[in-house]
């Protein structure tokens, strides 16, 4: 499972990167957005040997187990559902894209995700 977590923010990280290269800030943000809930998934299956539902479970287990990340995450959060309805900014993009650099920065992550936020 957990490989699979990791295939999928490496696959959503990269496109997001590309996205925002073209300025396709939408795509960028919701990519960015998607990876940054592969890397939750990821340490919350490690820790907990199981995956939340939806958003507010995540957000539930990030908040008991991961305070720290769960502030990051509950930050960045309102930009992506932004992003169904609003314009995007680029630093829109580049902010989601650091919430991932600080969660890298604190959380014990996987070589392969480790290796491509840098």
Known sequence: MVDDL???FLEE??????????GRYKNSV????KALFAICDILIQ???NKLPKNHSERFRILEQYFKEIYEIVDDIFDKYTDSYSKPILKETC???QNGIKKIDGIAELPAEIKGIIK
């Open 94 to 96: 580049e902010a989601i």
């Open 13 to 22: 990280f990269e496109g997001a990167k590309e996205e925002l290269s073209k």
């Open 46 to 48: 490690n820790k907990l």
């Open 6 to 8: 990791i295939q999928t």
């Open 30 to 33: 919701i990519l960015f957005s």
